[in-house]
């Protein structure tokens, strides 16, 4: 009996001090759009003490008071900041690592306010911790900070039911075995790439009700994310897995034919007469070639693809249509009806020859060269070079390694983090984020499952 009851009260201290061990996720909060696991013991390349020499430029690190035993986790608010949570081992010495840095004038000086403390790093990311959880969350601005301290104080003050391992995203990421993974609504990525993991969701389903889960790993500058779309919703999740088996594998015939310079390009093979159903209901598609649809018949055009096509847009602007179509055709029967299109061209825009069975369309905004080759392939551009070079392998291709992540897969897309440097919003800063874990990340590459 001794025996019986001394192994249940060892049982009851494990579980308790397991229970513990995860309090700091109750920081988390349960609404958040987006959450990343990271296994920083198991995930290859990435070693504790380099990661937090990065991510707090000390270099005595015994007594930081940061587990990094323990799961790291990325997330976004639903307000749209970006956020990482770990465990604190000891509340005291990472107030004095927060002091050191202060010296330094890496931060401003550590204060409290309601039990918990806090300070703001690089004028940037606040930062707040309790004896269990540290967040960092940001960027904000230095005024906006006294707002964030108070966003974070309720954060810190979280139970298990207002934090994220209540909500049914934690269940779906913790059951990822990878060592970094991720779970993500749709909404929670930048607008300008929501419309590709829409796909096959019914037409009036909200953003927030697609989501992805990935796993992840970088290698060599590489972030590779192979993943599914799924829906808590019954409806929207059976359309999802109804739709990816549009997907065929890809053979890779125009993967050499993205520049290195390119902002992002989708890779795919595909049945036209089926993949056309997914795009009429894709706001987002709808909306990226509503300029050229006013004219040309994209859906005729659409529907005779039969194998490899590619999507490429060499760099993003909110004034006209950049974009690239490459293809091979089952067949080529619209050309019969470019005659009708020029007729029936918009007030403002015009229809011209352009070559044997290519032609150009130009009004104010926007201006697209298309043809077809005699071995059957649809070519298009922005301007005439742009088309004739979407179906040839770019001077300045990118790398095999890359090319070789396309072959073979079901539906590819390829992000250039370079490309995005310059502009605002979520990916230069998501790119800030994980640089002390993974140093410069320069491409995505999205690999449906």
């Not at 039990?115 to 911790?129: A, D, I, L, R």
């Not at 940001?138 to 391992?165: N, W, Y």
């Not at 019914?202 to 994310?225: F, H, N, R, W, Y």
């Not at 847009?313 to 055709?329: G, K, Q």
Request: aromatic share 8%; proline share 3%; with cysteine.
């Amino acid at each position: 009996m001794k025996r019986f009851t001394g192994l249940l009260i060892l049982t009851l201290a494990i579980v308790l001090s397991s229970c513990s061990n995860s309090d700091y996720l109750n920081s988390i909060p349960r609404n958040s759009t987006a959450i990343v696991k990271i296994d920083m013991g198991e995930v290859s390349g990435v070693k504790n003490k380099a990661v937090l020499q990065a991510l707090l430029k000390v270099s005595n690190l015994s007594k930081s008071g940061i587990d990094l035993s323990s799961n790291v986790y990325l997330f976004e608010t639903v307000d749209g900041n970006l956020g990482l949570c770990a465990r604190v081992s000891d509340a005291g010495d990472l107030e004095k690592t927060f002091n050191d840095l202060v010296k330094k004038g890496t931060c401003t000086e550590v204060k409290e306010r309601r039990g918990f403390h806090f300070t703001m790093m690089n004028n940037s990311w606040v930062v707040g911790f309790s004896d269990d959880a540290l967040l960092v969350v940001g960027p904000v601005t230095v005024a906006a900070r006294t707002e964030m301290e108070g966003k974070l104080t309720t954060f810190l003050s979280q139970d298990e039911e207002h934090g994220i391992k209540s909500s049914p995203m934690f269940d779906k990421l913790d059951s990822i075995s990878a060592p970094t993974a991720m779970v993500a609504q749709a909404q929670a990525l930048p607008e300008k790439f929501i419309a590709p993991f829409t796909l096959g969701a019914p037409k009036d389903a909200d953003p927030s009700q697609v989501l992805i889960a990935a796993e992840m790993t970088v290698k060599d500058g590489c972030l590779d994310i192979l993943g599914s779309t799924f829906s808590f919703n019954r409806r929207v999740n059976e359309s999802l897995q109804q739709s990816s088996e549009v997907f065929r594998p890809i053979k890779g015939r125009y993967a050499n034919c993205m520049s290195a310079d390119a902002m992002m390009a989708m890779f795919m093979n595909v049945d036209g007469n089926r993949y056309i159903e997914l795009l009429r209901r894709n706001n987002g598609f709808q909306a990226l070639l509503a300029g050229v649809n006013t004219a040309i018949d994209m859906d005729n055009i659409i529907k005779s693809v039969d194998g490899d096509l590619a999507i490429t847009i060499p760099v993003m602007s909110d004034d006209y249509l950049r974009l690239s179509m490459a293809a091979e055709l089952a067949h080529s029967k619209w050309l019969a009806d470019v005659d009708y299109w020029k007729k029936s061209c918009p007030e403002g825009g015009r229809i011209t020859d352009w070559g044997t069975n290519a032609y150009s369309y130009v009004n104010g905004t926007t201006s697209f060269y298309f043809g077809v080759t005699p071995d059957g392939q649809f070519y298009s551009g922005s301007n005439a070079e742009e088309a004739k070079n979407s179906i040839v392998a770019s001077a300045n291709t990118i790398p095999e390694k890359l090319q070789s992540k396309i072959k073979n897969g079901k539906l590819v897309m390829v992000v250039n983090m370079k490309a995005f440097s310059g502009e605002d919003g979520i990916l230069p800063t998501l790119q800030g984020l994980l640089r002390p874990m993974f140093g410069d990340v320069n491409t995505i590459v999205y690999s449906m499952k």
